[in-house]
């Protein structure tokens, strides 16, 4: 399985299906993902392990472990961890076309490109 570091943590990805990609998402302490949208798929996190906060549009949800969200299409969404532990999350992407390029990004604490 290949790994793919960010400068948040990192992901793998468990599975592709005609539909659905599933990962492993690990947020390092006090690392965030961006403030991000997709235009071809939702997205099911769930929470692994660790506790996540998970901004969706306006709206501020914090998640501990075995507990999970939706990502409708096309809504803002961020995922952080705020805590002194690593945060783990299964995501699960479904739509018709999985592109890892389908991210529009609004804000990114990393500086990567808007």
Do not use: C
């Not at 659905?20 to 390092?28: E, G, N, S």
């Not at 235009?39 to 660790?50: K, N, T």
């Not at 076309?97 to 808007?114: A, P, S, T």
């Amino acid at each position: 399985k290949t790994i793919v570091n960010k400068p948040w943590g990192s992901f793998e990805i468990i599975n592709i299906g005609k539909k659905f990609t599933v990962k492993k998402i690990i947020v390092k302490p006090g690392g965030q993902l961006s403030l991000q949208s997709h235009q071809h798929r939702s997205e099911h996190w769930l929470i692994a392990e660790g506790k996540a906060e998970v901004i969706i549009n306006e709206e501020t949800s914090n998640l501990i472990e075995n507990q999970h969200i939706f990502i409708p299409q096309g809504a803002k969404h961020r995922l952080i961890n705020r805590n002194k532990q690593t945060l783990i999350v299964i995501e699960m992407w479904f739509g018709d076309n999985l592109d890892e390029d389908d991210i529009k990004r609004y804000e990114d604490l990393y500086k990567r490109d808007l």
